[in-house]
Each structure stands twice: as structure tokens, then as C-alpha cells.
């Protein structure tokens, strides 16, 4: 069964085209900085969002409409496989992602659970012989199902946490069966809503415990895929435990895990937290743990999760910017952890958002690529910081002074000359980049 009639094939066309299924800026064989521009962004196709989601909000039902809709239990799983696979040839993507209930119903059991998921990987791996479409990253769906409510590596149960074990390590067989990349931990309902019925401690630690026993079995059966921490700082928990790149990288530290993991980044979560994706793609970058992203964008004037599509230039420029100074995403992609907006609820939408989102990271890559070139931020930074060049700036940066040292040093000083950051200066250039692509 063919389920979208009305696209062949999505190809590039250029800026000028009038084609809505084409691309105007991402050209995948486009050579940007030595490499093709599918090489570099990876792109990735969320399962739950492009074949799950319906439209639902916490204020009114579904409103997309899906040619699979009438179809049931496994049946309508295996139609969404057929669906999916259609749909990662016409948009030519290198690579999709799942959560295990997003591709199987949930049978009564954890036992009855892995026999739906094995029936339909197995469906899966077929498809993927005749595909170039391959796994970026898969994980555990535990935060949908009522039982964990109260968390699943930081419940207050043990029933469920051991349920939650036997999810992941599901998880990992399914993952090195069909040659993940990656293997996801986002951490939906790891922490509280009150301290005043929670201790902290134990859940920090077994949920630890759980990712060590994770490392061990990935080990034991040869699954080889990188590890990834997905932070967001609130909901559906008040405070979760992964709060940030920064509140994350202390977890890791504290508990002898940094070796083992590194960080998938979406740009909505960051906001959640009070930051720009920049900021926490560069705190990742610099600690060695830039390892994936989820491309997305909040709106600013709500207050949660919205998992728009991407199309803010300003920031997909910026994240490439970071991602290229990071020597691209290795094992990681750029996944679009995002959904058509409850109106837009036809099934050709569905293209329509993908191309936006692939044109403005492409955008992003070629103005990021131009600028490194150019040495514009780097220029910046090095004169901005210049003086730590200086006899004295080098004891400072190497920690070869002392306090008395440095007293010594300023106790008559008058004045300082101190030069102006010229923010509004950098922008306006920044603007000049963008419109010259």
C-alpha cells in the first residue's frame, strides 16, 4: 500500500524553486567544509511524533488524520512500519529514531510487551536490507504508562524498577539487532514532585546503578553503541534529575559514569531550563560529551514542551556553529524531535515540516561553515581576551600566581583600560553572514 500518494520524491530544487516538496537549501551531496552536507547533519526521523502523535493536547482530542487510523493493535503497528520506511525513502533519511512502544503495543505483560516488540523489529530489520535508512538511536518508553508514576530507575517501588531494568535491557538487545548508533536515556519521569516525600539520595543512586548495569550488559552482548543523557530540567516532574548539561555532567561525575556517556541535546529543553540550545551544546562541547541532538524549537510565549520544528535561523546557525567546532556529531545526528502543530493535521504536512527543518539546519551549516572560515567568532574572542597573552595573563591562565602575587601587581593601578564587548557590532555582522548565504 502506497500511504503518501502525493510526493515521489523529495530532491533539491534550489532557492528559487515554488516546488513545497522540495528542498530549497539542503542539498545532501552539497561538499560544506570537506564533507557532503548528509554527512555532517545526520538527520534522523522521530517515530512517535511523525507516525504516533495524533494532535492530542491536554485541551481537545486528535485532529491529524492518518490513512493508518483505522487499523488496530499490531496491525496498525506493522502498517506504521510500511508507512515509515516510505516515508524515510521520499525524504531520503539517513536515519530514524524510536521508543520501543512507539513501533509495538504494550501487551498485558513485560513478556507479552517482547513479543509484539520482536515481531515488529523483525519487520523492521527486513525493511532496513532494502533501506539506507538506518538507526540512529532507539531507548525505553517509561513515563507514558501509569506504572511509572512515581518514576522507573527512581521509583519508589521496586516491582517497578525491576520492570524498568527489564525494559532496557529489551532495549539494548533491540538496539544492537538492528545496528543502533546510539542508545538513548531520557529520564521522563526521573525526579520529584516534592521533596517533602522524596529521599533524594536513593533515587540518584539506584538510578545510577541502573545505567552501570546497563553498561555491563551492553558489554556482555557486544552492543557497542554510545550512550546518550537527554537533559530537561521540568515535566512532567517538577524537578527532574537530569535538570541540564551542567546538573548532568555532576551526575556523572559523581557517580563514575562520565567514560560511558555523553549527551543528546534538544534545543526545547534548553529553553525549559533557562537556556539557549547554544549555550547547552557549548557546555556539552567543551567537556568532551557533545554527542547528539534533538533538533526542535520551543515558543518563547509558552511555558512548556512544545517540540515545534525548527526554522529559527538564527538559532540552527548557532548550534551548527557549535556542532562543527565540535568536529561534527560522530555517532550522533541531528533528530527531529518535533511535530506538526495540531493544525496543520493533514499527512502531507508531515513533509512540509521535515523540509522546513532539514532547509534551515542546511541554512545553519553552510553560514556556521562560512564564518569558521573566516576566523569571525574566533578573531573575537582571541582579541577580546587578549590580555591573558601578556607576561601576567599567562601566570594567571596556567596557575602560576598567587594572590600576593597579583595584589602586588594591582595595588596601584589607576586606570584600566577596559574595551567595549560591542555585542551590537558582532549581531549586526552576524546578520550580514545570514543574508549572504
Not at 567514560?259 to 567537556?287: C, M, P, Q, W, Y
Request: glycine share 8%; net charge negative; with cysteine.
Amino acid at each position: 500500500m502506497t500511504y503518501f500518494k502525493e510526493v515521489s520524491k523529495v530532491k533539491y530544487e534550489g532557492r528559487h524553486s515554488n516546488n513545497p516538496y522540495a528542498f530549497k537549501f539542503y542539498n545532501p551531496e552539497e561538499q560544506i567544509g570537506g564533507k557532503t552536507m548528509e554527512e555532517t547533519l545526520r538527520y534522523g526521523i522521530a517515530y512517535w511524533h511523525t507516525f504516533v502523535a495524533n494532535g492530542t493536547d491536554p485541551f481537545g482530542a486528535g485532529t491529524a488524520t492518518r490513512p493508518w487510523d483505522h487499523l488496530k493493535g499490531m496491525d496498525l503497528a506493522k502498517a506504521r512500519v510500511e508507512a515509515a520506511f516510505e516515508f524515510f525513502e521520499k525524504i531520503n533519511a539517513p536515519f530514524f529514531c524510536f521508543h520501543d512502544v512507539d513501533v509495538a503495543p504494550e501487551g498485558d505483560t513485560l513478556r507479552e510487551s517482547n513479543k509484539n516488540l520482536d515481531e515488529i523489529v523483525s519487520m523492521i530489520k527486513e525493511y532496513m536490507k532494502d533501506s539506507k535508512t538506518k538507526l540512529l538511536w532507539n531507548t525505553a518508553n517509561m513515563f507514558t504508562n501509569p506504572r511509572w508514576t512515581h518514576g522507573a530507575g527512581t521509583t519508589s517501588h521496586a516491582d517497578v524498577y525491576a520492570y524498568a531494568a527489564g525494559k532496557v535491557k529489551k532495549g539494548l538487545e533491540v538496539g544492537k539487532e538492528l545496528g543502533a548508533e546510539n542508545y538513548v536515556f531520557w529520564g521522563g519521569r526521573e525526579g520529584y514532585e516534592s521533596l517533602l516525600n522524596t529521599n533524594m539520595k536513593l533515587e540518584q543512586q539506584n538510578l545510577a546503578h541502573l545505567y552501570h548495569m546497563a553498561i555491563n550488559y551492553a558489554k556482555e552482548i557486544g552492543f557497542d553503541a554510545q550512550f546518550l543523557i537527554e537533559p530537561k530540567p521540568k515535566e512532567p516532574t517538577t524537578h527532574q534529575y537530569d535538570f541540564d548539561v551542567a546538573t548532568a555532567t555532576a551526575f556523572l561525575y559523581q557517580y563514575d559514569l562520565q567514560d560511558h556517556f555523553k549527551f543528546n541535546i534538544e534545543a526545547n529543553h534548553a529553553t525549559l531550563a533557562g537556556h539557549t540550545f547554544e549555550h547547552e551544546l557549548r557546555v556539552a562541547r567543551e567537556s568532551g560529551m557533545l554527542g547528539s541532538v534533538d533538533a526542535n524549537q520551543g515558543d518563547l510565549l509558552l511555558g512548556w514542551d512544545t517540540d515545534e520544528f525548527p526554522t529559527d535561523l538564527y538559532t540552527t546557525t548557532l548550534a551548527m556553529y557549535e556542532i562543527l567546532k565540535n568536529g561534527g556529531l560522530g555517532r550522533g545526528g541531528l533528530n527531529f524531535d518535533a511535530k506538526v502543530r495540531r493544525g496543520s493535521f493533514e499527512t502531507e504536512d508531515l513533509f512540509h515540516a521535515h523540509i522546513a527543518g532539514m532547509d534551515a539546519f542546511a541554512i545553519g551549516l553552510k553560514v556556521a561553515q562560512k564564518m569558521i572560515d573566516d576566523n569571525f567568532f574566533e578573531g573575537i574572542v582571541d582579541e577580546r581576551y587578549q590580555t591573558f597573552k601578556s607576561d601576567l595573563g599567562q601566570k594567571i591562565v596556567t596557575g602560576k600566581s598567587s594572590l600576593k602575587e597579583l595584589e602586588a601587581h594591582a595595588i596601584d593601578l589607576k586606570d584600566i583600560n577596559i574595551r567595549s564587548g560591542q555585542v551590537e557590532k558582532i549581531k549586526a555582522k552576524f546578520n550580514q553572514y545570514l543574508l549572504n548565504i
